[in-house]
C-alpha cells in the first residue's frame, strides 16, 4: 500500500492486570499464576534488555519478592534501575473508587510506594503515573490524589455507556487534561493529564499474535494512522496495550512486531519496547494543546451501579478496620513520640503493618466492591481479623491492659475458602466489650480526632452478667460525677443456628480531649421485673430535642422533620421497600441484575408485604436518646428504628436498619432500600460524593456528558455515595450519612433513596457469576441532618468525621471493685499534664503514623502454602527512616460549604500537636510519602478550552490560595491548608 505521509510513533506496553483476589483468593491466584508471571517477565527481560514490562499490584510482588535469592534480587534490582522493569501505579492493590473511600486510597498507595522504596531506594522507584485501567467507574477524588502524588498521567479503561467521544467530539476527547475539583483554586496543583483507553487487552498487533501475515500488519499500521490522523502534525505517538488479567508476557510476540515494522519502513510506524512513564513523556514533549475536563459534571458514573451495595457487611467490615487502623496507629505514634522508639515500639509499628495491609488489599476493586466469590471473602475477611487483633494487641499495650471493644459480624462458613456458597453473617450492633465481664467495669474512652468530643454518645455491647431480663446501670466518669445512661437487653442470632446471644447495650456521653482518653466506671445490677410493654400509643408520636422534632403518625412512620433552630419544616415519608431484580433476555444481556449491575423488572419499587398500618412498633424513651422502632416485615427481618439524642448539638438524627435474612420464597431476589419521599423541592437534582471528597450534582435522566439516561430505570440512575447524599432546594437542605458504601438515586423530585442490601437469586454473567444470595442479618446505620443549606453543611462535615472514626471503648478484663492501680486506672491521657490543642475545626488529622520499614507478615492464617521466605535485607539506606513520623492534614469543606471561617484556610500549629517535644525537621511530601515536595516536578500539560459543562476555575482576580505552605517561627510551626487540600509531612524530633 502507499505510506502515509506521517509517521507513526507506537509505544508497545507489556503488563498484566493481576486482581488481588477475585475469582481466586491471594493464595491460589498466586500459586497458580502470579508466580509464573513475575518470574517469566523478569527472566524475559533479563535475556533481552531492550524489552520492558509494567507491573502494577505490590501486594503479589512483595509475595514473590520474598521467595528469591540475593543474586536474583540483584538483578531485578538493575532491571528497576535501569528502566526495564517499572512499577505503575505501584499501590498493594488497583483499588476502586466508587466504594473505597480517599483516606484507605492513600493509605493502600502508600504502602505500596514505600514498600518499594524499602527494597530499591527511595529515588529510584518513585511511581509517576495513576493506572487504573479495570476499576468500575471513576471519581473526581482520585485523579485529585494522584496528581497529590507527584503522578504525571491517569490511564482508565471504563467509562459510562455512549460517552466515547463526547468529551470533545474532536479530535482527541478519550485524552484530556483532568481538572477535578471545584475547591482547588491552584490548577497547577491538580490537572493531571489522563487518557481513557477503552479495555486494556490486546496483542501485538490486533489479536493475530504470532500468525500475523503481512496483510494483517499493514491493516494494523492503517489503523494506527488512522486513529492518529487529527494530530498527525502535532503528536503522531500511541500506544498498544499487551496484557490482560494475569496475562504472561509475550516477549517473542512484542519482538516480532517490532522486527517487522522495522523492515518495512514504507508502513511508516516505528515500534519501540515502552512503558506508561515513557509513553507519557513522550506525549508531553509534543508540547500538544488538551482540553480542559472541570467542574461541574466531571466524573465518570454511572457504569455499573449494584455493586455500590453489594456484599454490605463486608463494606462496613472494611470501613470499621480502616477505622481501628487509624486510632491505633495515632496512639502509637503517641506514645512512640513522646520517649525513644523502643524496641517494644518498634514490634508495635510491625503489627500495625499487618492490619495496614489487609486494609490495602480489601480496597482492591473486587473487594470493597462486593464483586467476588463467597470463598474470597473468607479470605478477605481473614485478613481483617487477624490484622485487627493485631492492632487491638497493641492498643492494649499502650492503655495499660484495657482491651479494646471491637465491631466485627459473626460468620459461618469462615474457614472455608473454596466453597462458592455465601457465607451466613450477623451484624450484632454496637462494638462487643468482651472483655468486661462481672458488674464492675473500668472503661477507657479514646478520641482519635484532633477535635474536643464533649457529650459525645458512646454506644457498646457488655457481656450479660446474668440471666437476668433487666439490668441497671450507673455510669460515671474520672471525676466521679455520674452521667446519663440507657442501657437494655438485646439479643442477637447465631451465625451457625445455635441459640441467639444475650448482650446489655449501654448508652452514655463522653467528653474526651482532643486525641485523649478518658476513664468511665460501669456499675450493674439487676433491675426489678419489667412491667408487661405498653401497647402502642394512638395518635400521633413526637420525638424531640433542644434542636430537632420528629413527627410519627399513629403507625409509627415518620411522617414530618422540623429544624427548631433554623425554624425549617419538612413533610417526609420514609420507607423501606425493595425492587425485583430484572432478568436476563434474549436481546438485553445488560439488563441483568447481579453483582455488579442493578436492573429491575419493571423500574418500580415494592412495600413489603408486612408494611401495613397495623405492623407492629414501639416507642422507647431513655435518657441518653427516644427511639420508634417499627417492624416493617417479619418475614424478610426488616425494621426500621428512627432515634433521636437528647444533647446532640448539630441536630442529627438517626436510623438503624435491620435486614435478613430476606424472605425469597417467591423465588424472586429483592434489592431493598430506604427511601425518603418529601416536599423539598429539589428540581429533580440530589448530590452524592466522590470518594468521601466533594459532593457531585446528580440529575434524573441527565448523565455526566449529558448525554441522555432513560428515567424510568433506577439501575441506570443510580450513583456511588462512598459517606455522603444530599438532596436540597436554595432553602432547605436533607444530608445523609451512611455507615458504608451504598448506591443512590433520586427517581423523582423531592425523593432520594439508596440501596442497603441484596439478595439475588442468579449471577449478571460479568465474570464473577455466582448469586449474591446473602443469608445475613444486617443492621446499618444511618445519620441525617435538616436545615437550612448553610447551617446544615456546615455541620455536615464535623458528622461525617465522628462517625467514620468514632470514639474508641476500651474495657478492663474482669471485674474489680478494688480502687485502680496506676496501670489499672480508668483516668488516662497519653500526656495528660501536658493536653494536645485542638484543631481548626475545618482541618483534620488524616494519619498520624510512626514508620518502621518492616512489613513482613510471614505466618498469618493466610500466608502462602509451603512458602519459601528468603530473608529480605535491611531496607535501603535512602528510604525514610525508622521512626520518622507521618502526618496528613486535610480540609474537611469543600468550597460552598457551610459558613466563611469553614472555607477559609485552616492554619495548624505543629508544635502543639507533640507538648513536650521540640520539633527537629519538618519536611513536605508528594501525597503517597514517596517524594519530598522539593523533588516533584510535575508535568505541566498545555491547555486549551475548558470543556463545555464546565467552569474555568482558578485564578480569579487575587490569584489562586496557595495551600500546604509551612511557615517556620522561633517557637511555632504552622501549616496552612485550604479547602479539600491534603498536606503530607515526615516530622522528626530533637533529642
Request: contains cysteine.
Amino acid at each position: 500500500p502507499a505510506p502515509t505521509n506521517f509517521h507513526v510513533e507506537l509505544h508497545m506496553i507489556e503488563h498484566t492486570h493481576d486482581d488481588v483476589g477475585w475469582i481466586k483468593t491471594i493464595p491460589d491466584y498466586y500459586t497458580s499464576e502470579v508466580r509464573n508471571i513475575i518470574t517469566t517477565a523478569t527472566e524475559g527481560l533479563a535475556q533481552n534488555r531492550t524489552r520492558r514490562f509494567t507491573y502494577v499490584e505490590v501486594a503479589f510482588f512483595q509475595l514473590w519478592w520474598r521467595e528469591q535469592n540475593a543474586t536474583w534480587r540483584e538483578e531485578v534490582k538493575r532491571q528497576v534501575q535501569d528502566g526495564q522493569l517499572e512499577f505503575t501505579n505501584a499501590g498493594w492493590c488497583m483499588s476502586d473508587e466508587a466504594t473505597s473511600h480517599f483516606v484507605d486510597q492513600v493509605d493502600q498507595m502508600t504502602i505500596g510506594h514505600l514498600w518499594l522504596q524499602a527494597q530499591f531506594g527511595r529515588l529510584t522507584v518513585v511511581p509517576s503515573i495513576g493506572w487504573h485501567i479495570d476499576p468500575f467507574g471513576h471519581t473526581t477524588g482520585t485523579p485529585f490524589l494522584f496528581a497529590k502524588m507527584g503522578f504525571n498521567a491517569f490511564q482508565f479503561g471504563r467509562s459510562p455507556e455512549n460517552s466515547n467521544n463526547l468529551l470533545q467530539p474532536a479530535p482527541d476527547g478519550n485524552q484530556f487534561v483532568w481538572r477535578p475539583l471545584s475547591s482547588v483554586t491552584d490548577n497547577t496543583m491538580q490537572d493531571i493529564f489522563t487518557y481513557y483507553h477503552e479495555g486494556y487487552y490486546g496483542g501485538p498487533p490486533g489479536s493475530c499474535g504470532k500468525d500475523c501475515t503481512d496483510k494483517d500488519m499493514q491493516a494494523y499500521a492503517a489503523a494506527k494512522h488512522a486513529e492518529l490522523s487529527t494530530r498527525a502534525s502535532t503528536c503522531p505517538v500511541t500506544l498498544e496495550m499487551v496484557g490482560k488479567d494475569f496475562a504472561v508476557p509475550n516477549y517473542p510476540s512484542v519482538d516480532r512486531a517490532i522486527a517487522y515494522f522495522e523492515s518495512h519502513p514504507e508502513l511508516n510506524v516505528t515500534a519501540v519496547y515502552s512503558t506508561p512513564s515513557a509513553f507519557y513523556e513522550r506525549m508531553h514533549a509534543c508540547n500538544t494543546s488538551w482540553e480542559v475536563f472541570a467542574p461541574p459534571d466531571n466524573d465518570f458514573f454511572p457504569y455499573w451501579t449494584g455493586f455500590f451495595t453489594s456484599q454490605p457487611i463486608f463494606k462496613r467490615m472494611v470501613r470499621v478496620a480502616s477505622g481501628l487502623f487509624h486510632v491505633a496507629r495515632v496512639q502509637h505514634a503517641l506514645n512512640a513520640t513522646l520517649s525513644a522508639l523502643s524496641p517494644a515500639s518498634v514490634t508495635q509499628a510491625k503489627q500495625l503493618n499487618v492490619l495496614w495491609q489487609a486494609v490495602g488489599v480489601t480496597q482492591h476493586h473486587d473487594g470493597v466492591t462486593g464483586t467476588s466469590p463467597p470463598f474470597t471473602y473468607v479470605d478477605y475477611r481473614m485478613r481483617l481479623n487477624y490484622g485487627s487483633d493485631l492492632a487491638a494487641q497493641v492498643l492494649t499495650d499502650i492503655l495499660g491492659g484495657f482491651v479494646p471493644c471491637l465491631e466485627r459480624p459473626t460468620c459461618a462458613n469462615n474457614n472455608n475458602t473454596h466453597t462458592t456458597a455465601q457465607s451466613h453473617c450477623i451484624e450484632g450492633g454496637p462494638a462487643l466489650c468482651a472483655a468486661a465481664t462481672g458488674t464492675d467495669i473500668r472503661l477507657k474512652v479514646v478520641n482519635p480526632l484532633g477535635w474536643q468530643r464533649d457529650n459525645e454518645v458512646v454506644e457498646i455491647r457488655l457481656p450479660l452478667p446474668s440471666s437476668s431480663p433487666a439490668m441497671l446501670a450507673t455510669v460515671k466518669d474520672d471525676a466521679g460525677q455520674a452521667v446519663a445512661t440507657q442501657v437494655r437487653v438485646v439479643s442477637v442470632p447465631s451465625a451457625t443456628g445455635g441459640a441467639p446471644s444475650c448482650y446489655l447495650a449501654l448508652a452514655f456521653p463522653a467528653s474526651v480531649a482532643p486525641l485523649g482518653i478518658s476513664g468511665y466506671t460501669v456499675s450493674l445490677q439487676p433491675a426489678p421485673a419489667p412491667p408487661p410493654p405498653p401497647p402502642p400509643p394512638s395518635g400521633e408520636i413526637v420525638l424531640e430535642s433542644d434542636t430537632t422534632r420528629l413527627n410519627f403518625d399513629a403507625a409509627g412512620r415518620l411522617v414530618g422533620v422540623t429544624d427548631k433552630v433554623g425554624g425549617l419544616s419538612m413533610s417526609v415519608n420514609v420507607s423501606l421497600r425493595y425492587y425485583t431484580p430484572g432478568v436476563q433476555s434474549a436481546k438485553a444481556k445488560s439488563s441483568i441484575d447481579g453483582t455488579y449491575d442493578f436492573h429491575t423488572a419493571d423500574g418500580l419499587c415494592r412495600s413489603f408485604p408486612g408494611d401495613t398500618p397495623t405492623a407492629l412498633f414501639t416507642v422507647t424513651r431513655g435518657a441518653v436518646f427516644d427511639e420508634v422502632t417499627r417492624v416493617v416485615d417479619a418475614d424478610s427481618g426488616v425494621s426500621l428504628a428512627t432515634r433521636l439524642y437528647h444533647n446532640r448539638s448539630d441536630g442529627a438524627f438517626v436510623m438503624l436498619v435491620t435486614v435478613g435474612p430476606v424472605d425469597v420464597r417467591d423465588n424472586l431476589g429483592k434489592d431493598v432500600i430506604l427511601q425518603w419521599n418529601t416536599s423539598i423541592a429539589s428540581a429533580g437534582t440530589f448530590y452524592t460524593d466522590g470518594s468521601g471528597m466533594e459532593l457531585m450534582q446528580r440529575k434524573l435522566g441527565d448523565g455526566t456528558f449529558h448525554q441522555e439516561i432513560d428515567p424510568t430505570k433506577p439501575g441506570d440512575n443510580y450513583y456511588p455515595t462512598t459517606v455522603l447524599a444530599a438532596l436540597g432546594s436554595p432553602s432547605q437542605r436533607l444530608v445523609w450519612l451512611s455507615d458504608r458504601s451504598e448506591g443512590c438515586g433520586s427517581m423523582r423530585d423531592g425523593s432520594i433513596e439508596k440501596m442497603v442490601f441484596r439478595r439475588l437469586l442468579k449471577g449478571d454473567g460479568k465474570g464473577m457469576n455466582v448469586p449474591l444470595n446473602n443469608t445475613d442479618t444486617m443492621v446499618s446505620r444511618h445519620t441525617f441532618l435538616f436545615g437550612a443549606p448553610e447551617s446544615t453543611t456546615s455541620a455536615m462535615r464535623q458528622a461525617v468525621w465522628r462517625d467514620y472514626h468514632p470514639l474508641l471503648t476500651a474495657a478492663l478484663p474482669g471485674s474489680s471493685a478494688a480502687a485502680p492501680t496506676a496501670d489499672t486506672s480508668a483516668k488516662a491521657t497519653v500526656n495528660a499534664a501536658d493536653p494536645l490543642s485542638a484543631l481548626p475545626r475545618n482541618v483534620l488529622l488524616q494519619t498520624l503514623q510512626v514508620l518502621v520499614n518492616d512489613w513482613d507478615s510471614v505466618g498469618a492464617p493466610y500466608d502462602i502454602p509451603n512458602h519459601t521466605n528468603v530473608p529480605v535485607p535491611a531496607a535501603d539506606p535512602t528510604v525514610l527512616p525508622d521512626g520518622t513520623v507521618l502526618l496528613r492534614f486535610h480540609h474537611v469543606y469543600a468550597s460552598g460549604e457551610g459558613t466563611t471561617s469553614d472555607t477559609a484556610p485552616g492554619v495548624v500549629d505543629l508544635a502543639a500537636l507533640f507538648p513536650g517535644r521540640q520539633l527537629g525537621t519538618v519536611t513536605p511530601l508528594s501525597l503517597s510519602a514517596a517524594q519530598e515536595l522539593s523533588r516533584m516536578n510535575r508535568m505541566a500539560w498545555k491547555t486549551g478550552t475548558v470543556n463545555a459543562s464546565g467552569e474555568a476555575k482558578g485564578a480569579g482576580e487575587s490569584g489562586p490560595q496557595p495551600s500546604c505552605q509551612l511557615v517556620a517561627g522561633s517557637t511555632t510551626t504552622t501549616l496552612t491548608i485550604t479547602p479539600m487540600d491534603i498536606c503530607t509531612l515526615a516530622i522528626t524530633f530533637k533529642s
